[in-house]
């Protein structure tokens, strides 16, 4: 069974970007990322021992580090040492990451028939389109390194409307798509029980930041240094064609249009059977 954690970034409303990411592996990977970010936590450096790491708190000093007295050296040090528990992690297990984006605009700038196209195609929203790049991508990037196997997936409930559109989401995959059959369960949970979750916080708001500085330069929130293996990682997921903007959306209609996708099971079924003496 491989086991998925996954958060948003830029999900709230105004954002001009949102981010779906996180990492996909086996057990093993989770336990050893689990244990080392633990580790940093309960370094006895820190002001405090926080319960759970925020990437946005961390970088605005806000909720648990403005109360715990943090200052700019100290929350920088966290961060870079819990990216590079994630880098080196990475680098004793399969453990991959996994991100998609949209610029949210596009969507205002499209035709009302291609809206309502992409709708029915369960693309029509920042959050639903994201969904499905992210999801083609964990489903092939699964058969590619452990073909046969299926997933089990988790998204951070702190946003609750928003994790429950992902579990809705990965169901209606599951039933309506024909390799949907390899999500075995999807589902939400807290990231104060689950430190993947915190590493996917932090992998999200890294892959948002970089969609920003590339679509949005003038106007990047506040952000932190990073080591250079960590935002390879992130830069991979802009490379991979994991952000949506209004070019790549205009290349994406047509194929929408002539239903150019992953059949859905009815129609993969209605084929066989028409082929069937």
Same mark, same amino acid.
């Given at each position: 069974?491989?086991?998925?954690?996954?958060?948003?970034?830029?999900?709230?409303?105004?954002?001009? @970007?949102?981010?779906?990411?996180?990492?996909?592996?086996?057990?093993?990977?989770?336990?050893?990322?689990?244990?080392?970010?633990?580790?940093?936590?309960?370094?006895?450096?820190?002001?405090?021992?926080?319960?759970?790491?925020?990437?946005?708190?961390?970088?605005h000093?806000? *909720?648990?580090? &403005?109360?715990? *007295?943090?200052?700019?050296?100290?929350?920088?040090?966290?961060?870079g040492?819990?990216t590079?528990?994630? @880098?080196? @992690? *990475?680098?004793?297990?399969a453990l991959?990451?996994?991100?998609?984006?949209v610029?949210? *605009?596009?969507? $205002?700038?499209?035709?009302?028939?291609?809206? =309502?196209?992409?709708?029915?195609?369960?693309?029509?929203?920042?959050?639903?389109?994201?969904?499905?790049?992210?999801?083609?991508?964990?489903?092939?990037?699964?058969n590619?390194?452990?073909?046969?196997?299926?997933?089990?997936?988790?998204? #951070?409930?702190? +946003?609750?409307?928003?994790?429950?559109?992902?579990?809705?989401?990965? +169901?209606?995959?599951?039933?309506?798509?024909?390799l949907? =059959? @390899?999500?075995?369960?999807?589902? &939400?949970?807290?990231?104060? #029980?689950?430190?993947?979750?915190?590493?996917?916080?932090?992998?999200?708001?890294?892959?948002?930041?970089?969609?920003?500085?590339?679509h949005?330069?003038?106007?990047?929130?506040?952000?932190?240094?990073?080591?250079?293996?960590?935002? +390879?990682?992130?830069? $991979?997921? &802009?490379?991979?064609?994991?952000v949506? #903007?209004?070019?790549?959306?205009?290349?994406?209609?047509?194929?929408?249009?002539?239903?150019?996708?992953?059949?859905?099971? &009815?129609e993969?079924?209605?084929?066989?059977?028409? +082929?069937?003496?």
């Open positions: 069974m491989i086991q998925g954690y996954f958060d948003g970034s830029g999900t709230h409303e105004g954002s001009k @970007v949102l981010t779906i990411a996180g990492f996909i592996g086996e057990e093993e990977a989770f336990v050893d990322l689990d244990q080392q970010w633990e580790k940093v936590l309960d370094d006895p450096r820190w002001p405090t021992r926080l319960p759970e790491f925020h990437t946005v708190e961390c970088v000093g806000g *909720g648990e580090f &403005q109360q715990g *007295g943090w200052n700019y050296a100290e929350r920088l040090t966290l961060y040492d819990l590079r528990v994630i @880098v080196e @992690v *990475g680098e004793r297990h991959l990451p996994i991100g998609a984006g610029v949210t *605009g596009i969507f $205002n700038k499209i035709a009302k028939a291609d809206l =309502d196209l992409l709708t029915g195609e369960g693309l029509g929203t920042p959050f639903d389109l994201t969904f499905q790049l992210l999801l083609q991508q964990i489903i092939h990037r699964t590619e390194h452990w073909p046969g196997e299926s997933l089990c997936l988790l998204y #951070d409930e702190g +946003n609750r409307p928003e994790a429950e559109r992902f579990r809705a989401l990965c +169901n209606e995959y599951a039933g309506r798509f024909y949907g =059959d @390899v999500l075995h369960s999807c589902g &939400q949970a807290d990231s104060r #029980d689950f430190t993947p979750l915190q590493a996917a916080d932090l992998f999200a708001f890294g892959t948002m930041h970089l969609a920003q500085t590339n949005f330069p003038s106007e990047l929130e506040p952000y932190f240094p990073t080591i250079p293996a960590f935002w +390879n990682m992130v830069s $991979n997921i &802009q490379a991979d064609g994991g949506y #903007d209004l070019e790549v959306l205009n290349k994406l209609l047509p194929k929408v249009r002539a239903k150019d996708r992953m059949p859905t099971k &009815q993969l079924y209605g084929r066989q059977a028409k +082929n069937t003496p």
